[in-house]
């Protein structure tokens, strides 16, 4: 395995150890104990133990978000014909109203979107002081009577868990007396260390409450759920465009642009296919287990990550004909993209990526870069876990710390009658022969180079001294530091909301994606930017202060120091 080269400066090898070093010096000592666990030199063949998942250093300036964010805003925000009602001060509510760019397209007259709604009980100090049941109980009789869902969610956010209001108890009784399913979710923000611990909370409530409702079943023997896709900027509809041209159906898509008796209706389909592991993965052990649905992880991000995803859908189901219709798509598409590939390629090859993004994206992104001949020096995610870096074989090791005991872990068993194992065990077991395997996230690391910089919830002082050291060609982020890193010259695409753009998935999304990266590293713009401390002193005093360098610094931290140094007193 070749190792990557951190620096775009020709002749000179930076180790990643080297600019790890010079990335901590800053910190004070407990700090520092901390972040070392979390920034790692990758060796893909044997990974090492990365800290991860756990709470973040306050004051540190990290890109992550809160658990309600996990639960409301990404796993059920999308189920678009529910009413979505937070519990809680108006802001929490307002920003999880259409910040998050899943978007929902009526397909039939009396198709419904509530989406555009913004739904809350607006808790007041009278309600933090005396409880909010009852006005939660009014929110839910309002939003009934105006819009008919089918079902209404509950949000819990953080002055609600301190308070005490009994959310699931409003929801009991809201059933009742409506005559519709109101579940609830205790999805406070402080919950757990991130938007993650929301994922599993959503992922337990929406298995319990609706999963498995509608027993309507598949006239399509080749049914699949795509699980942990959430429509950004049109993916999910790239995805289901191309899996049906192959002639393979999609039951649900969780959660993007998906109606409420779809995922009650996501049980009779017969695979489940996952794309992002971190949001979705308990979900997809548990529909195994209560219902017999195998699953195993998908790629559309790339090229060749879809045409391998859906060669193994297609060697999943066996069928000779789907397998042809298969590859003659992939060959359909790629007669397509491989021209506007080859293009791109030859202006952007052999330039360099990093990428900070959520719990899935960090990873599935360096295939598209990779397409285009472009290499990855470093990557993280704000909140996976280290089965999304490290691989799911240990997940067996992971230690259960407080904060991840108090997220429900649901016991679920084989439903009595509706357990149906989609392959027969002689089945599973000629596929296994043939290579075949179920429940394969190997995560992120065993894909990236030796030597590249694995950086766990990335601070804004690491990014600063990874532009500043590495110079990479682009930085794919959020908008919590596409500020901070284009001030310092390197252009940022957001991957969150994609700046507006998307598709991104399939092969439709490939090639937009190259193209607008192209445009991004070869355009001259970014080399006229001067970011403001180097054009002020006083500001520059306070960027650089610089505490006693700690003892154990090796002489290559030492050279990186220097050459900043110089690099900035030239200025
Ligand atoms: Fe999964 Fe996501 Fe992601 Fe995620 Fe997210 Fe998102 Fe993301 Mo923003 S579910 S982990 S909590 S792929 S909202 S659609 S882009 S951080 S990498």
């Known amino acids: 395995m070749s190792e990557t080269n951190l620096t775009s400066a020709p002749g000179e090898m930076l180790s990643s150890q080297a600019i790890k070093e010079e990335m901590l010096k800053i910190y004070p000592a407990k700090t520092r104990r901390k972040r070392d666990k979390q920034i790692l030199a990758n060796n893909p063949d044997a990974p090492q133990e990365i800290g991860a998942n756990s709470r973040t250093i306050p004051g540190i300036i990290t890109q992550r978000g809160c658990t309600y964010a996990g639960c409301r805003g990404v796993v059920l925000g999308p189920i678009h014909d529910i009413a979505h009602i937070t519990h809680g001060p108006v802001g929490c509510s307002f920003y999880s109203w259409l910040s998050r760019r899943n978007l929902v397209r009526p397909v039939k007259p009396g198709d419904t979107n509530y989406l555009q709604y913004c739904m809350t009980t607006d808790m007041q100090e009278e309600e933090i002081v005396f409880g909010g049941e009852k006005k939660l109980a009014q929110a839910c009789r309002e939003a009934y009577e105006i819009f008919h869902p089918k079902a209404i969610a509950i949000y819990a956010t953080c002055p609600v868990g301190l308070i005490g209001d009994d959310v699931h108890a409003v929801a009991r009784k809201m059933t009742e007396e409506l005559g519709i399913n109101v579940c609830a979710f205790s999805c406070e923000g402080y919950k757990g260390v991130s938007q993650s611990a929301g994922h599993h909370i959503a992922n337990n409530g929406v298995f319990k409450h609706m999963v498995g409702r509608d027993d309507t079943p598949q006239t399509s023997p080749y049914s699949i759920n795509v699980l942990g896709e959430y429509n950004i900027g049109g993916d999910a509809w790239a995805i289901d465009e191309l899996l049906r041209k192959c002639g393979i159906h999609v039951v649900s898509t969780l959660s993007g642009d998906v109606n409420y008796t779809q995922v009650c209706n996501a ?123 490290e691989g799911r074989t240990v997940l067996p090791t992971i230690k259960v710390d407080a904060d991840s005991r108090n997220i429900e872990e649901i016991h679920v068993d084989a439903d009595p009658t509706r357990y149906n194992p989609r392959k027969t065990p002689e089945q599973m077991a000629e596929l296994a022969a043939g290579g075949f395997s179920f429940k394969d996230y190997d995560g992120m690391m065993r894909q990236m180079k030796k030597n590249s910089l694995v950086i766990d919830d990335i601070s804004h002082h690491e990014m600063e001294k990874l532009i500043s050291i590495c110079k990479p060609d682009v930085i794919c982020s959020g908008i919590k530091d596409k500020f901070v890193i284009e001030k310092l010259g390197v252009p940022c695409k957001q991957l969150h909301s994609y700046d507006y753009g998307g598709p991104y998935a399939a092969f439709v999304g490939a090639a937009n994606f190259y193209q607008e990266i192209d445009r991004m590293v070869n355009t001259k713009v970014w080399k006229y930017i001067v970011p403001p401390w180097k054009k002020s002193p006083e500001l520059q005093a306070s960027m650089t202060y610089n505490p006693k360098p700690a003892k154990e610094e090796s002489a290559q931290a030492r050279k990186i120091a220097r050459k900043l140094k110089a690099e900035e007193e030239a200025i």
């Open 267 to 389: 049980h009779t389909a017969n695979l489940n296919v996952v794309m992002c592991h971190r949001s979705i993965n308990y979900m997809a052990e548990m529909m195994d287990t209560k219902f017999g649905i195998p699953w195993f992880k998908v790629n559309f991000i790339g090229a060749v990550g879809t045409a391998k995803s859906l060669r193994k859908i297609g060697q999943f189901f066996g069928d000779k004909a789907l397998i042809d219709r298969i590859e003659e798509v992939i060959a359909q598409e790629m007669a397509v993209l491989r021209p506007i590939q080859n293009d791109v390629k030859s202006r952007c090859n052999g330039k360099k990526v990093a990428l900070f993004v959520g719990g899935s994206r960090a990873h599935h992104y360096q295939d598209l870069f990779a397409d285009m001949g472009m290499e990855t020096i470093s990557a993280g995610y704000e909140f996976a876990h280290r089965d999304d870096y």
